[in-house]
C-alpha cells in the first residue's frame, strides 16, 4: 500500500514534483533554470503570476508571461489556439490557475512536446494530477489525452485566499468519493466489476482525513485546505493504480456532465465542476438512504443496504457546501426542474458503468423517488 502521509513522495512516485512553498519555489527553480518558461494566467490570476515571474526573472530564468484578457476563460478551441502562439518561443508552461489554464497547458504542451507545471491557485478540483483533459470542442465538452504536470506549486498563502466557493467545490469533489466508493463496491458486489483495493483504500483514507479537518476546510484554514489539496492530488493517482477513474467517480459524476451538456446546449456559463458534482452527491446519499425505506426487492439489495449504512447523510455535504457559499439547491446554478427530472433518469446512459443511478433506474425505483428528490434538492 502507498503512503498517502508523504503526498511529495507519493506525488514523484507518480512522476510529480509538488514542492510547498517555502523561500519561493527552489526544487522548481533548479528544475527550469534552463529552460525558457511561460507563464499562462487571467485577469484573476494576474496578480499571482507576476511576482512569480519577476522571480523567475530575478532568478536568472527566460520567463514571459501570457494573459487571457478574461477573468474566467473556459478550455475551448480559442484559448487552447491562443496558448498555443503564446508558448511557441518557450519550453515550459506553468499555469498560474486551478481547472481551465491547468487544462489548456496540459494540453497545449502535450501536442507542442513540452513540460508544463501549474501553480495552483484553489483546491477546487482533482484534475491537477491527472494525465487526460476536459476540453470544449465545437461546442461538446469531450476528455482530451495530455500528460500529467512535472510540477504542482502549493502556496497556501494563494489557496487559502482562493474565493470560499472554489474551495468549497473542491470539498464538494471530494466528498463525492464516498459515493464513488460506493458506487463501485455496489458494483462490484452486484455485477462482479473488479474492485481495486489499492487505489479505494487510498482515495478512502484522503477522503477521512479530509472529513477529520472538515472544520478547517471549512474555515479555509491552512490545515483544511492541505488535506484537501492532498486528497484532490491523491484523487488523481488513485485513478492511474485503478486504470480508470472509478475512485473517483460515479452517479454524481454523471448527474455533472447531464447537466453541463445542457449549460453547453443553451450557451450559457458552465458552474464550477465540484459545484455540480457536490449537488449530485446529495442527491446520491438521499438515494442509498432511501433504500432502506422502500418495500421493493432487488437482487443484492441487503449487501447495498450494509454499504448505505456507512454513508453519511446529504445533510452533512449540504452543511459543508453552504458554509463555502456554493449552492445547495438545482434552482440555484440555473437549471430547470425539467432538466434535473431529466437527469434522474436519464444521466445513467452517460457512461456504461453501474451506479446507485443504475440501480434505481433498472429496477424501476426511480419513478417512486424522483418527486422527493426534486422537492428535496431542485
Ligand atoms: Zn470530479
Not at 6 to 29: C, Q, V, W
Not at 99 to 105: A, E, F, K, Q
Not at 201 to 209: C, D, F
Amino acid at each position: 500500500m502507498v503512503d498517502s502521509n508523504d503526498i511529495l513522495k507519493l506525488s514523484a512516485a507518480f512522476g510529480i514534483r509538488a514542492e510547498y512553498k517555502t523561500e519561493m519555489f527552489p526544487s522548481f527553480l533548479s528544475d527550469v533554470r534552463s529552460k525558457k518558461v511561460c507563464l499562462v494566467c487571467d485577469r484573476n490570476t494576474e496578480a499571482f503570476a507576476v511576482p512569480v515571474c519577476d522571480w523567475l526573472k530575478g532568478s536568472g530564468v527566460a520567463c514571459t508571461l501570457f494573459r487571457y484578457d478574461e477573468y474566467e476563460p473556459v478550455a475551448d478551441e480559442t484559448h487552447c489556439a491562443a496558448a498555443a502562439k503564446a508558448l511557441a518561443g518557450c519550453d515550459y508552461a506553468l499555469a498560474v490557475g486551478a481547472g481551465t489554464l491547468n487544462d489548456i497547458c496540459k494540453y497545449v504542451t502535450f501536442l507542442q512536446g513540452k513540460e508544463c507545471g501549474v501553480l495552483a491557485t484553489a483546491a477546487s478540483m482533482d484534475g491537477y494530477s491527472s494525465g487526460v483533459t476536459p476540453l470544449i470542442k465545437n461546442g461538446f465538452k469531450i476528455t482530451e489525452n495530455a500528460h500529467t504536470v512535472k510540477h504542482v506549486l502549493l502556496d497556501f498563502g494563494i489557496l487559502c485566499s482562493a474565493p470560499k466557493i472554489m474551495t468549497g467545490a473542491g470539498a464538494g469533489d471530494i466528498l463525492a468519493k464516498y459515493c464513488c466508493l460506493t458506487d463501485w463496491k455496489i458494483s462490484h458486489l452486484l455485477t462482479g466489476e473488479p474492485l481495486n483495493e489499492e487505489a479505494a483504500g487510498l482515495m478512502r483514507v484522503a477522503l477521512q482525513k479530509c472529513v477529520d479537518e472538515i472544520d478547517g476546510i471549512r474555515a479555509c484554514g491552512k490545515e483544511g485546505v492541505d488535506s484537501l489539496m492532498r486528497a484532490l492530488l491523491i484523487s488523481g493517482y488513485a485513478m492511474v493504480i485503478a486504470g480508470n477513474s472509478r475512485p473517483a467517480s460515479g452517479a454524481e459524476h454523471h448527474m455533472s456532465h447531464f447537466l453541463e451538456m445542457d449549460f453547453l446546449r443553451r450557451g450559457k456559463p458552465i458552474p464550477l465542476h465540484g459545484v455540480k458534482v457536490g449537488l449530485g452527491t446529495m442527491v446520491s446519499l438521499r438515494m442509498y438512504h432511501r433504500l432502506a425505506e422502500t418495500d421493493r426487492g432487488f437482487p443484492g439489495k441487503e449487501e447495498v443496504l450494509r454499504e448505505a449504512e456507512k454513508l453519511p447523510q446529504p445533510e452533512f455535504v449540504r452543511d459543508v457546501l453552504a458554509s463555502l457559499q456554493c449552492p445547495t439547491r438545482f434552482s440555484q446554478i440555473g437549471v430547470s426542474e425539467d432538466t434535473v427530472r431529466d437527469m434522474l433518469f436519464n444521466c445513467y446512459k452517460i457512461r456504461d458503468r453501474f451506479t446507485i443511478m443504475t440501480l434505481y433506474n433498472r429496477y424501476d425505483l426511480m419513478r417512486g423517488a424522483a418527486d422527493a428528490l426534486i422537492a428535496e434538492f431542485y
